[in-house]
């Protein structure tokens, strides 16, 4: 409950600093829009873990949103894929909903004093569902898998980057060695394993095994049917923690609209809403009736990213400007209907590394005009667009499709800064054509979604001036030395609370740098029917945490019949 | 005959080749490349992994070399494997075919069955209270959008009323026999509807015009003058006639029995080739991309080739013309 009141609060003080901010007095512009403050969202932590007494048996319908492409964990690159094996295969260690590492598959992790080697001790009675004991040859062989380089194990490479070596102790304990020593490198062992004996002699990219899962989980596959849907049963030889349901159908349903109705229907238990579909359960009593809506706050965030090379935004008082232009309390309250939290750096706040002392960068257009000014960018010409050097201030900003949220703000955007003489044009490309863009760094201006799979915060990977793109992931080609310190020293810090201190001092030079329009934390918005109960949410969601949906269970009195 | 049909297949080679290559090189010089990952991928590949990701595939080498050695593999009857998944593509199409095929098939079947004799009551007697109201609903089901039918049909059979099933090819659990026939049927009633109205309606015209202008016509009016009955003229003479442009359109029509519907699969949440393209599309799958645009292409230009030939059979006009 601690963390309920944490989080409302900090969203209040947010939504005060914005409110202040406008009080700050503003010179010969325009007054921004009149200031409501909107009511704190009724939204935040929910843990319903101890009410009600948990029943086994039933079924649940889950909805996936696509086809997995595969179920072998290392492959694993989508959402549906995570969704559906984390019934299936345990991990070495999980978060649990408060962001702290709780055991799975492992029972011990010790860290030696260089801070270099890992020594993990699986479970005695890890098994998997043929029998076969899980051991330290299948750690092994895992980890060998994600860092050959043939195998595109991309969702675990990173916290992989610096490994060196792996090696089996005893059937049980394996040791795992690192060139350089990396604070947050516990999260490498939020790790699946898989089956070495069933991967004997098969190309591991093609295996039969990458639709055929062997369970070392509380669910084992029965059956996959392409497109249609991905069912689970309950796997008796797990030793651990029970799943309530006895099984667990997932359906494969792209369309929302179809979704939305058969959760209505009741062949769905659970959907998780566009803000279209938010509006229109609002508004229906048959949904009033058969379920509910969660909104909870998690640690994804949007942006737009400004690519720093440019002469455009090559000065830090040019992206400042543009930050100060973008009216993001009235997002809040228009767009999100207040269920949202403007972020003032590249975290959500239930972030660790998240300082709510660090306030958000005021709308303030009259201060952004003169930024704009002192930055040398003056209507010279007398044509309506400030312009550097003969160059006009106009920019494409691209959005991918699809992205209506994304889209709603770069409208907002492009019309303050017109108001200030300057041109954003707005350019939708399809969702691969815009990536291809920005992983180039070939972009002046680009509205992002961060979506967080994991609660590191490091910025190392997205914000060191090291990362830049093509190569790196450092769209924007943020780069300044004071800020790549910070970084390095964070990565290397041991002590969670200087590290905390340390990326605080980042948290305020980013803000203030503003190598991106930090915009907000909006709230996520899923639907349930009411049936199902034992829900917990969390900063990485309902799903990515241990129990998470393994703790649900559905009342008797509507369990469907087999 | 026999001439003018080898004559057009050997046509068909070269027909194909250029397709195979237009479609290759728009496939490489359209923006994006394969291992983005979709909108909901977990983590973005990092430059080196991406970079290996080309090498595996061959993407980094000159483009003629990479279609040489597609086409060289196409010509074994190797369609490749997918980048997304590794299957090969030959597996992943014959997965989603016959769901396509049912649909389409049934779609088309009762657009054909229903649409001929609509037509030529309609057109048996051009101007009369059927004809004026079966042209003024026809014409609204022709210009209906397929996925705003779509959300109607769900609502009334599927919410309403719960005759029918909302989605899917067919229930969790699949009762055997007759009854698992029967379910399967109930999941393809609303898809099949939503694909059936359109193509019924445009063909019901087609058919309605050529029987309303034959039915005047000497040979007809000959006939009745034989002492064959009105419905005699109509369904033997005027009809026959009528069908030339329904089978000419009939070969176009066919190709749509594997290209699937995108957005009516999607609604319906049908597992079949529409969905397949389109998310191989998102994905730059370029494999199953390109098999599944080289098999359009062959059933485009075999259904054209199938419906020339059957003019020719029917129409001598035609045939003679050809032979000649």
Redesign the interface.
């Known amino acids: 409950m601690k963390r309920a009141f944490w989080a409302a609060g900090l969203a209040l003080c947010f939504l005060g600093a914005a409110c202040r901010a406008k009080r700050e007095p503003v010179g010969a512009v325009r007054t921004p829009s009149p200031t409501v403050r909107p009511a704190p969202p009724a939204l935040g932590f929910i843990d319903e873990s101890s009410q009600g007494t948990a029943v086994d048996g039933g079924v649940l319908h889950r909805r996936l949103?696509?086809?997995p492409?595969?179920l072998n964990a290392v492959l694993?690159?989508?959402?549906?894929e995570?969704q559906v094996l984390q019934y299936v295969q345990r991990n070495l260690f999980d978060f649990d909903a408060r962001l702290e590492l709780v055991p799975g598959l492992a029972e011990g992790l010790e860290v030696s004093p260089d801070g270099l080697s890992y020594t993990i001790t699986l479970r005695a009675d890890a098994v998997w569902e043929d029998g076969w004991p899980v051991t330290s040859a299948d750690a092994v062989f895992t980890i060998r898998k994600i860092v050959d380089?043939?195998i595109?194990a991309?969702?675990f490479?990173?916290v992989f980057e610096e490994f060196a070596s792996v090696e089996a102790l005893d059937g049980r304990r394996f040791q795992v060695r690192f060139s350089r020593p990396y604070a947050f490198r516990s999260m490498a062992f939020v790790l699946p394993l898989l089956p070495e004996h069933r991967f004997a002699g098969e190309n591991f990219?093609?295996s039969k095994q990458?639709r055929a899962p062997l369970a070392n989980g509380p669910y084992r596959l029965v059956s996959w049917?392409?497109?249609?849907?991905v069912e689970l049963e309950r796997n008796e030889k797990y030793p651990g923690r029970r799943g309530h349901f006895d099984r667990i159908?997932f359906?494969?349903?792209?369309?929302n609209?179809?979704a939305y109705?058969?959760l209505?229907?009741g062949?769905l238990d659970e959907d998780q809403l566009d803000s279209g579909l938010k509006d229109r359960a609002a508004r229906d009593p048959a949904f009033a009736v058969c379920c509910r809506l969660l909104e909870f706050y998690n640690l994804d965030y949007n942006y737009v990213v400004l690519n720093n090379r440019s002469p455009l935004f090559s000065d830090p008082r040019a992206r400042r400007a543009v930050t100060m232009l973008l009216d993001r309390a009235s997002i809040v309250r228009g767009l999100y209907k207040g269920s949202a939290r403007i972020i003032s750096g590249p975290w959500a706040p239930d972030s660790p590394a998240y300082q709510a002392r660090v306030p958000p960068l005021p709308f303030d257009p009259a201060a952004a005009a003169l930024l704009l000014d002192e930055a040398g960018w003056k209507d010279t010409d007398g044509d309506g667009v400030r312009d550097r050097d003969g160059r006009p201030f106009a920019f494409d900003l691209l959005v991918?499709a699809?992205s209506e949220v994304g889209r709603q703000i770069d409208e907002m955007l492009a019309a303050e800064l017109a108001r200030v003489g300057v041109t954003a044009r707005i350019r939708t490309?399809?969702?691969?054509?815009?990536?291809?863009?920005i992983?180039a760094g070939d972009f002046e201006a680009a509205s992002l979604a961060w979506?967080a799979?994991d609660p590191n915060p490091d910025p190392y990977f997205y914000w060191h001036s090291s990362q830049c793109s093509?190569?790196?992931?450092n769209n924007g080609c943020y780069a300044n030395p004071e800020a790549d310190r910070l970084m390095e020293a964070a990565r290397l810090e041991k002590d969670p609370a200087r590290r905390k201190e340390i990326l605080g001092r980042f948290h305020r030079l980013v803000r203030d740098d503003a190598p991106a329009v930090f915009v907000v934390n909006a709230a996520q918005k899923v639907a349930f029917r009411r049936r199902v109960r034992g829900l917990t949410t969390s900063p990485l969601g309902l799903y990515g945490i241990w129990p998470g949906p393994l703790a649900w269970w559905a009342e008797p009195e509507t369990m469907k019949a087999p | 005959m026999t001439a003018y049909i080898l004559r057009r297949l050997l046509w068909a080679v070269p027909t194909l080749f250029g397709i195979a290559v237009v479609v290759f090189l728009l496939l490489h010089m359209?923006?994006?490349?394969p291992?983005?990952?979709?909108?909901?991928?977990?983590?973005?590949?990092?430059?080196?992994?991406?970079e290996?990701?080309r090498r595996?595939y061959g993407l980094d080498r000159p483009l003629p070399e990479q279609f040489a050695a597609w086409i060289g593999r196409v010509a074994r009857l190797d369609l490749g494997?997918s980048f997304?998944?590794?299957?090969p593509v030959s597996e992943?199409i014959l997965?989603?075919l016959p769901h396509t095929l049912a649909l389409n098939g049934l779609a088309l079947f009762f657009a054909l069955a229903l649409a001929i004799p609509l037509g030529v009551v309609a057109g048996g007697s051009p101007e009369s209270v059927f004809d004026r109201a079966s042209g003024a609903v026809l014409f609204a089901m022709y210009s209906m959008p397929t996925f705003w039918a779509a959300?109607l049909l769900?609502t009334l059979f599927?919410?309403r009323l719960r005759w029918l099933p909302?989605?899917?090819?067919a229930a969790?659990a699949a009762p055997a026999g007759l009854a698992g026939l029967q379910d399967r049927l109930a999941h393809l009633a609303l898809p099949v509807t939503c694909l059936t109205y359109g193509t019924l309606a445009f063909v019901a015209r087609l058919v309605r015009s050529g029987v309303a202008e034959a039915r005047t016509a000497d040979y007809v009016i000959a006939a009745r003058a034989r002492g064959a009955s009105r419905g005699q003229a109509l369904w033997r003479h005027a009809l026959r006639n009528a069908l030339l442009p329904v089978i000419t359109l009939f070969g176009l029509l066919l190709p749509a029995l594997l290209s699937g519907s995108v957005i009516i699969e999607?609604?319906?949440?049908?597992?079949?080739l529409g969905?397949?393209y389109l998310?191989s599309i998102?994905?730059?799958d370029y494999p199953v991309i390109l098999a599944l645009s080289l098999l359009s292409a062959v059933v485009t230009l075999g259904a054209t080739l199938l419906s020339d030939i059957a003019v020719a059979a029917v129409d001598p006009r035609v045939r003679d013309g050809a032979a000649g």
Not at chain 1, 429 to 437: P, S, T
Not at chain 2, 84 to 87: C, I, K, L, S, Y
Not at chain 2, 166 to 169: I, K, R, V, W
């Open positions: 949103f696509g086809e492409t595969t694993q690159s989508s959402a549906p995570a380089p043939k595109p991309n969702v490479k990173p990219l093609k990458n049917k392409t497109q249609e849907s159908v359906r494969i349903v792209p369309d609209t179809t109705r058969l209505l229907a062949e991918s699809g490309l399809e969702w691969a054509a815009f990536v291809e863009k992983d979506s799979v093509p190569s790196g992931l | 359209a923006p994006g490349s291992g983005a990952g979709g909108a909901d991928s977990l983590r973005r590949a990092s430059a080196k992994a991406a290996e990701m595996q494997e997304v998944d590794h299957r992943r997965e989603a959300l769900q599927a919410v909302l989605y899917g090819t969790d999607r609604i319906f949440a049908w597992p079949g969905r397949l998310d998102l994905a730059r």
